[in-house]
């Protein structure tokens, strides 16, 4: 009877919550709600509402309510509960690389994973039934080129256009490789803009993945006024020739002379 009781409170507390927009709680959270019953009590009939599909633990201690809409994926879209859950970890944090770029329209090949920034310290990968959330540490996340983007429960932080294309070179290696990344880039510049570019060149990013990302927006997407703000913003540095590919041999290839790239490997986008 007393099993019954606790899951019937915590069902309809959950769809108390839910009426007012909130698709997510934590375990501290009903531990005060719920004072007179154990953590075992609560965490049996958690389990319980978890194999009905109604909740899910995607870390440990922080839950996901799954409206009706959503039983069939077992499982809310990140996008739903990212900020929520870094909110419950208390850490800074932004949607990029591929997820971002499918936010801002160049979804040419949805990703099947997102792709979560954070400063230390790492975080295992999130492998929940039907999602999984890699974490990117960057010792230092950017002070320039995050956005806010409205979702059905709030606000998630994103990276820009300026800012993922950035981050798409310098961490492609996370995303299938230049190639890739060349495809993604050619429906992501449409949402780019020379001043926003400027702006996000503020952050400190590596002069090698500025000149790669140069040279894609330059010799391979033919984005020239792009590809300008980059090459003004390194007119006063000290570069260095550098593979496109770093896997690549890179004996008898030609060498870009503006951009200081050694063309070692061909580009085949998907466009």
């Given at each position: 009877?007393?099993?019954e009781?606790?899951?019937?409170?915590?069902e309809?507390?959950?769809?108390?919550i839910?009426?007012?927009?909130?698709?997510?709680?934590?375990?501290d959270?009903?531990?005060?709600?719920?004072?007179?019953y154990?953590?075992?009590?609560?965490?049996v009939?958690?389990?319980?509402?978890s194999?009905?599909?109604?909740?899910?633990s995607?870390?440990?201690?922080?839950?996901?309510?799954?409206?009706?809409?959503?039983?069939?994926?077992k499982?809310?879209?990140?996008e739903?509960?990212?900020?929520?859950?870094?909110?419950?970890?208390?850490?800074?944090?932004?949607?990029?690389?591929?997820?971002?770029?499918?936010?801002h329209?160049?979804?040419?090949?949805?990703?099947q994973e997102?792709y979560?920034?954070?400063?230390?310290?790492?975080?295992?990968?999130?492998?929940?039934?039907?999602i999984?959330?890699n974490?990117?540490?960057?010792?230092?996340?950017?002070?320039?080129g995050i956005?806010?983007?409205?979702?059905?429960?709030?606000y998630?932080?994103?990276?820009?256009?300026?800012?993922?294309?950035?981050?798409?070179v310098?961490?492609?290696?996370r995303?299938?490789?230049?190639?890739?990344?060349?495809t993604?880039?050619?429906?992501?510049?449409?949402a780019?803009?020379?001043e926003?570019?400027?702006?996000?060149?503020?952050?400190?990013?590596?002069?090698t993945?500025?000149?790669?990302?140069?040279?894609?927006?330059?010799c391979v997407?033919?984005k020239?006024?792009?590809?300008?703000?980059?090459?003004?913003?390194?007119?006063?540095?000290?570069?260095?020739?550098i593979p496109?590919?770093?896997?690549?041999?890179?004996?008898?290839?030609?060498?870009?002379?503006?951009?200081?790239v050694?063309e070692?490997?061909?580009i085949?986008?998907?466009?």
């Amino acid at each position: 009877m007393q099993k019954e009781r606790i899951y019937n409170y915590l069902e309809s507390y959950l769809q108390n919550i839910q009426a007012e927009g909130k698709l997510n709680f934590s375990l501290d959270i009903l531990r005060k709600e719920f004072p007179g019953y154990s953590d075992n009590a609560i965490q049996v009939n958690l389990k319980r509402l978890s194999q009905k599909n109604k909740v899910r633990s995607v870390l440990k201690g922080f839950y996901v309510i799954i409206p009706p809409e959503y039983s069939n994926r077992k499982i809310l879209p990140p996008e739903l509960f990212i900020d929520s859950l870094f909110k419950f970890l208390e850490r800074p944090y932004y949607l990029g690389l591929l997820s971002a770029a499918a936010l801002h329209g160049a979804a040419h090949q949805q990703p099947q994973e997102s792709y979560v920034f954070i400063n230390k310290p790492p975080l295992r990968s999130t492998k929940v039934e039907g999602i999984k959330i890699n974490y990117v540490v960057k010792s230092l996340l950017p002070q320039v080129g995050i956005e806010k983007r409205k979702t059905e429960t709030g606000y998630i932080n994103i990276s820009s256009a300026e800012l993922t294309a950035v981050d798409l070179v310098e961490y492609q290696h996370r995303v299938g490789g230049l190639n890739r990344v060349a495809t993604v880039l050619f429906e992501l510049t449409e949402a780019m803009s020379p001043e926003k570019l400027t702006e996000v060149l503020q952050n400190k990013f590596s002069l090698t993945s500025l000149q790669r990302l140069g040279y894609l927006l330059d010799c391979v997407l033919n984005k020239n006024e792009l590809a300008s703000v980059i090459k003004n913003h390194m007119a006063d540095k000290k570069v260095f020739r550098i593979p496109l590919s770093s896997t690549a041999n890179k004996d008898g290839a030609s060498t870009n002379l503006i951009w200081k790239v050694i063309e070692n490997t061909k580009i085949e986008t998907d466009f």
